[in-house]
């Protein structure tokens, strides 16, 4: 009987001593400015890693900033997630500036890499424009409180979250550790991950003991839908796509039925519209815009002398300076895309309405009017009192003539009724 039982209870451990539990860890990479695509590649790996029963979603963060409305979606996204949430600032020269310090202390888990920097979070009148003294103030003390509560539910440093955004100051990655800004400093991922090992973190669904070290790592990138729209976002991207759309447009216009130019200006002002609602678009910019393309179609039709395309070039390029409004670099159209773009864009102009133009004034050379002026020859003899044969373009048509022209002349072409030309002499000799 005592071994009976002994027997049963080494087989109750044996499955204990042979297991070892590993941990899997879900990665994802947050680059660039903190925009409406970031808020759902962030928020979808979130649903992702805890449908996975993942023991913790990393996100390596580099930003500086972005969009105030996004941000919040993100930092509501992490503090409502089950999973552990761990944000890496890295690689080294990475840095969580803005929107990105709000990211940064709202994680279970914050660190950084060596090398990197967090701060500068002060609220800017992003959608353009200034704001006034009183605005300006609201937003601060709203960006202020709210990143206190951030700092002060992970238990992080709230004065200097607080002077982030008031002072916009910034730190490095040791200093953070020492202002209890973040919780450490890891040299690269299987260090964090390590360092991470046995910490216990506060979720919506109770407290957890992070199981990070060795564990199975499963790296998620963004897909191609979301790749695309992140490209577009890019506010030089959304200004070239507004300008390719302007261009199949007006190539349509004046040559109505060419259909490729219409179908593809139509896509880029479709997707340069999706990126203008997530950028800081000034709409007197988008309005010089379009009044530079109205312009440039009436070159072709009202007699100016070039000075609707001059107008339209100075719109262009002021629409061009003024469509994003922000005092935010990596917010606006950089110079050294936009002067390229509008000389090349008004060359092309000036070239399309002139071989229109040209093509319009020059001689008709299809139907009736195109038999009119030309030479050919007499086969037959003319006169006025009765009618004979010319060849023209290789063609033999009726023809009469108020003079006498033999065989063999040379004729012009003066009218035509019906299938009968009315011709007289040419003064080239015959051939």
């Given at each position: 009987m005592k071994k009976a039982i002994f027997f049963l209870g080494l087989l109750a451990i044996l499955p204990s001593l042979g297991s070892t539990e590993v941990g899997q860890v879900s990665v994802i990479r947050a680059d660039g400015v903190v925009n409406p695509v970031m808020a759902e590649f962030i928020e979808k790996n979130l649903e992702k890693a805890a449908a996975e029963g993942a023991d913790a979603l990393v996100i390596e963060l580099d930003t500086?900033?972005?969009?105030?409305?996004?941000?919040?979606?993100?930092?509501?996204?992490?503090?409502?997630?089950?999973?552990?949430v761990i944000v890496f600032v890295s690689p080294g020269g990475a840095r969580a500036a803005s929107a990105g310090v709000f990211i940064t202390l709202s994680a279970h888990i914050a660190a950084m890499a060596p090398g990197t920097n967090i701060g500068a979070a002060h609220p800017v009148a992003i959608s353009g424009g200034s704001m006034d003294e009183t605005m300006e103030s609201k937003v601060a003390n709203d960006a202020a409180a709210y990143i206190r509560s951030l700092a002060e539910k992970r238990g992080r440093n709230a004065d200097w979250a607080e002077k982030a955004v008031r002072e916009s100051v910034s730190v490095t990655e040791s200093v953070a550790v020492e202002e209890r800004i973040i919780d450490f400093v890891a040299p690269d991922l299987a260090g964090l991950l390590e360092q991470a090992e046995g910490r216990e973190v506060s979720t919506i669904s109770g407290t957890r003991i992070l199981k990070t070290k060795g564990a199975k790592i499963e790296r998620h990138e963004m897909s191609a839908r979301l790749k695309l729209l992140d490209v577009i976002s890019n506010p030089n991207i959304a200004y070239l796509l507004m300008l390719a759309g302007i261009i199949g447009l007006y190539i349509e216009l004046t040559n109505p039925g060419v259909i490729f130019p219409g179908v593809a200006g139509a896509?880029?002002?479709?997707?340069?519209?999706?990126?203008?609602?997530?950028?800081?678009?000034?709409?007197?910019?988008?309005l010089l815009i379009v009044l530079a393309l109205v312009l440039f179609i009436m070159e072709i039709k009202v007699t100016s002398y070039g000075l609707l395309t001059v107008g339209g070039i100075i719109a262009l390029l002021a629409g061009s300076l003024l469509l994003f409004d922000s005092p935010l670099p990596f917010l606006r159209v950089s110079l050294s895309v936009i002067l390229p773009t509008v000389v090349v864009m008004s060359g092309f102009i000036v070239i399309v309405s002139y071989l229109v133009i040209r093509a319009q004034k020059s001689p008709v050379t299809t139907g009736q009017e195109g038999m009119l002026g030309i030479e050919g020859t007499a086969i037959t003899d003319l006169g006025p009192d009765h009618a004979g044969q010319v060849s023209v373009h290789g063609e033999i048509w009726q023809a009469r003539s108020t003079e006498r022209i033999t065989a063999g002349s040379r004729i012009i072409t003066e009218a035509i009724h019906g299938l009968t030309l009315y011709v007289k002499s040419s003064p080239q000799p015959p051939e």
């Open positions: 500086p900033g972005g969009l105030d409305t996004s941000m919040r979606l993100i930092v509501k996204s992490i503090l409502n997630s089950p999973v552990p896509i880029c002002l479709i997707l340069a519209f999706y990126a203008l609602q997530t950028l800081p678009v000034n709409y007197a910019g988008v």
